[in-house]
């Protein structure tokens, strides 16, 4: 079954620091989780110039920096300062305690990028955090960055996860990646595409209950993200953000988005 979500309503504003929750459980008639299996939420962050997140904490995180649009500036106490962009990827494997800012200089562009939280397999792991280049992205084609930490991905997780990116032109057609026993959540983070005869628009998600073949094609240019989960992986829910326990329970994640989107079409129409 393929169930679609359409634009988070789910939206924090602190003042040139935007985060959009997608939480991919909630794609469900029936969320029973905000997750999915090992993934927590996806964020779509937007920094504004010369904005500083102070240094703050994680734990219990596994958490993929994914950065399309613009430049993450990251400090943190273990390795000090490094920069993630379109030519970079950054992995942070929170594990026990992580501490760590974020921060875009008056003179760079916008930054709009998408953290992902992923729940590990274990409680209170070493920390870790990985960071370098990453290939040019192929035209049409899956570029596979990130999976569980005994495979042959550039970066790892500690579960079972696997990330993909895909830059896919106007009529192209491609299949998403699929694997025995995975599942399959997907978000568009530009463009618009067409798959199993649904429609998905920029900043829609999409999750596919089967390990089955399910073919994609493009409505516009757009870039997509794509994870195959392992919906029965051990998984610890403690992370700091990915499990906050501010987060509402499962049983009120139905109404919350339709008094969202609600909320949301009103003010449009002022």
Known sequence: MLYRGAKSPVLRDMGGFRVRLNMPGWLLPWPRDH???????????????????????????????????????????????????????????????????????????????????????????????????IATAPVNQWRYLVGPESGTAPFFVRNSVDFFDLTLEAGAKTTFPNADGRHLYFYVFFGGVRTGGIEFAEGDQGLFRSDRSLELEAATKSLVVAFLLDPNAPVVRRGTIGDHPKIPPPYLARPLLRLLHWRQRLFART
């Open 35 to 133: 997750g999915y299996g090992p993934l927590a939420m996806v964020a779509e962050t937007m920094l504004d110039p010369g904005r500083l997140v102070a240094m703050h904490e994680h734990r219990n995180d596994e958490i993929l920096s994914w950065v399309p649009e613009g430049v993450m500036r990251h400090d943190d106490r273990a390795t000090g300062r490094l920069i993630t962009d379109s030519a970079h990827l950054m992995v942070m494997n929170a594990g026990r305690s992580f501490w760590h800012s974020e921060e875009t200089l008056p003179d760079d562009p916008p930054l709009r990028m998408l953290q992902i939280l992923l729940r590990p397999d274990a409680l209170d792991l070493p920390p870790n955090i990985q960071h370098g280049p």
